[in-house]
């Protein structure tokens, strides 16, 4: 029988951005022990299915650093990356990106946080 799940975006999305920012860390959670002074966390965060074989997830990157000048920075650095994916991925069509914001994170004293969202439109993975 042949069905359809959802497409790997937070795995694609670290992937991406790991290999145009190499030396900087991404994940989908944050570093336990001895946190880079650089470092962003991609969460998918819902969506929704647009028909039979595409889907409209929504992604939250967090993008973490020691200043709150350094984390504006890198959450441009990150931001401009995922902006392109549609460009990069084949089964993504469509990225919509809100601008970064200073949204500090109150379990994380020692980093300042930038984040964003994004409005993906990708296919659905087939499955047999």
Excluded: K
Excluded at 66 to 81: I, K, Q, Y
Excluded at 113 to 118: C, I, S, V
Aim: charged share 20%; proline share 7%; net charge negative.
């Amino acid at each position: 029988m042949v069905g359809v799940r959802p497409s790997p975006l937070e795995g694609t999305i670290t992937s991406a951005l790991t290999s145009a920012w190499p030396g900087r860390w991404f994940g989908t959670r944050i570093p336990a022990r001895e946190r880079p002074a650089e470092f962003a966390r991609i969460t998918r965060t819902g969506g929704d299915r647009s028909n039979l074989v595409q889907e409209q997830p929504a992604v939250l990157v967090e993008c973490y650093a020691l200043t709150n000048v350094a984390a504006e920075r890198f959450a441009g650095d990150v931001w401009s990356t995922v902006a392109g994916l549609a460009e990069a991925v084949e089964w993504i069509h469509r990225v919509e990106l809100t601008m970064p914001v200073n949204f500090p994170d109150p379990d994380t004293t020692t980093h300042t946080r930038y984040q964003f969202l994004a409005s993906i439109t990708a296919n659905l993975e087939f499955t047999t």
